[in-house]
C-alpha cells in the first residue's frame, strides 16, 4: 500500500512537471526558433536540464532529439548536469591566473568540502566552476558568486563573500 502510495506521488510530481513544461512551451511557442528561450526558462526552473525534459522539449517542438540535445551541449550556458542553488565562478582567464587565482580555487573547494573531481556540493548548495575570461582583467583575479563580480579577490575576502552568503541565506531561513 506504502508503495502503490509513493509510486503515485512519483507520478504526480512527474506529471506536474510536465504541466510545467507544457506552459513553458506555449508561452514561447512550439517552433525550432523557440527552442533556446524554452532551454533558457526550463534552466531556470531546474538549474539544469534534464534529459527526460529535453526528450519532452524534442516531441512538443516537432524536433529530432538529437537537434535539441545539439544546442543544449553546444552552448555552455547550459548544463546536462544538476547545479547547486549558487554557482560560484573563479576565472582562470590568463590575468587571473598570473595573479594567484589556483589559491583561490583551492580555497573555495576547501571551504564547500569538495573532493577530487566534484564540482557541487552534496547539498546542492554550491557548484565550483572554473571559467576562462570573464572580461573584468583589470579586476584580476576575479569570482563571479551568484551573479556579482568580486575583483582583487584574495583567499580571505574569497572566503569573507562565501561566509556572507552563507548568513544571508540563514537569515533569510529565519
Ligand atoms: S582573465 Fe580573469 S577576468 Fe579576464
Redo the contacts with the bound molecule.
Keep these: 500500500m506504502a508503495q502503490a502510495t509513493a509510486a503515485s506521488e512519483k507520478e504526480s510530481r512527474a506529471s506536474r512537471r510536465f504541466e510545467k513544461i507544457q506552459a513553458i512551451v506555449e508561452q514561447y511557442g512550439a517552433a525550432e526558433s523557440a527552442l533556446i528561450p524554452i532551454l533558457q526558462k526550463v534552466q531556470e526552473e531546474y538549474r539544469y536540464l534534464p534529459e527526460e525534459i529535453l526528450t519532452f522539449v524534442a516531441t512538443a517542438l516537432n524536433l529530432p532529439p538529437a537537434t535539441v540535445y545539439g544546442v543544449a551541449t553546444f552552448y555552455a550556458q547550459f548544463s546536462l548536469e544538476p547545479k547547486g542553488k549558487y554557482i560560484v565562478r573563479v576565472?582562470?582567464?590568463?590575468?587571473?591566473?598570473v595573479r594567484k587565482?589556483q589559491t583561490l580555487i583551492s580555497t573555495v573547494k576547501e571551504w564547500l568540502g569538495l573532493k577530487e573531481g566534484q564540482s557541487t556540493t552534496e547539498d546542492m548548495r554550491y557548484t565550483l566552476e572554473i571559467v576562462?575570461?570573464?572580461?573584468?582583467?583589470a579586476?584580476?583575479?576575479?569570482v563571479v558568486i551568484n551573479g556579482k563580480v568580486h575583483g582583487q579577490m584574495t583567499p580571505e575576502k574569497v572566503t569573507k563573500a562565501l561566509e556572507e552568503l552563507e548568513a544571508a541565506e540563514k537569515a533569510e531561513d529565519k
Design positions: 576565472c582562470d582567464g590568463t590575468a587571473c591566473h587565482n576562462s575570461c570573464i572580461g573584468a582583467c579586476l584580476a583575479p576575479a
